[in-house]
């Protein structure tokens, strides 16, 4: 009987130490796996703190305490910059979204306004702000042609209805409004998930600290007050409300700035690449602003134009298709 029962207790302490080792490797395991996982969530938590968390934070209190001189610079070193790279998005991750005969016909529109502006530097055009509208109008009327929505035909009427009503203040609030479309991008890449804390509750929030924070304003003669102003606003008088309004816009436009330039180039399959030649002439034009603000503004209008309008049609013909729950890319 002994030398029977002695094989089965070694062959028993064998099992019990494989199973002593099953579970210590399998300890291992767990232990290695929630310490890669603390490690991810804490890379994850890291780069939402260090990267992305500041910016938001950093243009709220640059927008309302120093609205004017965030307005200049950010336009100065960074509109055409963020204006390259909306196109170069556009072409690389959108174009093909959307039907050829719809492209060829924005462009052409946009194209024949572009020659009109120009042509209105030399020599002014009569009747040019009913031509700019009927082009807008037009690009809005062709993409409903090629997606007919009831909720498109709406937005048509309320935007004639705005035109006929007030033509100026429906430009400044396009003008207004195009900060919001990496919005729409954020949206059509379904990466637009809260959002809306970005684009609508801390420009609120700008709103009420610059009625209380703003230092700039005596620093820069009235002149140049106003002509930064009009880019959104056309006030009768400047009142501490209307500097904190243009601080909510000039915040917009920082945010918008950054989603263009350092967000949307990641969302989209191809990257966005900039040579050296065009980060020279950025540089160069960035300079052209601080020597003849006006002149300048000029000329960036009418890219800045373009670029604008054209996002007009392609969100109003892309933003229905996303229908998915989306994740966080802020």
Not at 22 to 37: C, D, E, L, P
């Amino acid at each position: 009987m002994v030398t029977q029962f002695k094989p089965i207790i070694v062959n028993n302490h064998k099992n019990v130490s494989k199973e002593v080792n099953g579970g210590r490797s399998r300890i291992k395991k767990a232990i290695n796996s929630k310490i890669m996982a603390t490690s991810k969530a804490t890379i994850i938590l890291m780069k939402y703190i260090s990267i992305r968390f500041p910016f938001p934070l950093l243009f709220i209190l640059l927008a309302s305490t120093f609205p004017l001189s965030s307005y200049f610079l950010s336009l100065s070193l960074f509109g055409l910059t963020h204006i390259t790279y909306e196109l170069l998005y556009i072409r690389k991750n959108i174009v093909d979204k959307i039907p050829k005969q719809l492209v060829i016909s924005m462009l052409f529109l946009l194209t024949a306004l572009v020659f009109l502006k120009i042509i209105n530097l030399i020599k002014p055009i009569d009747y040019l702000l009913i031509i700019e509208f009927a082009v807008i109008f037009g690009l809005l009327l062709i993409t409903f042609y090629f997606k007919v929505k009831i909720s498109h035909g709406l937005i048509i009427l309320a935007f004639a209805i705005a035109f006929i009503i007030n033509p100026i203040l429906l430009f400044l609030a396009l003008a207004f409004f195009h900060n919001l479309t990496p919005w729409g991008f954020l949206a059509a890449s379904q990466a637009k998930h809260k959002a809306w804390i970005v684009f609508v509750l801390n420009p609120i929030l700008v709103f009420t600290l610059a009625l209380f924070l703003s230092l700039d304003w005596s620093y820069f003669a009235p002149a140049d007050r106003l002509a930064y102003i009009m880019h959104y606003l056309r006030p009768s008088d400047i009142s501490p409300y209307t500097v904190a309004f243009f601080a909510s816009a000039v915040y917009l436009q920082l945010i918008h700035y950054y989603y263009v330039i350092l967000i949307l180039p990641k969302l989209g399959p191809q990257k966005l690449t900039i040579n050296k030649f065009l980060l020279t002439f950025f540089i160069l034009f960035g300079v052209g602003f601080f020597y003849n603000f006006y002149l300048w503004k000029q000329v960036y209008s009418i890219v800045s134009m373009f670029h604008s309008y054209l996002e007009i049609p392609l969100l109003f013909y892309l933003l229905p298709l996303t229908t998915k729950r989306i994740t966080n890319n802020l």
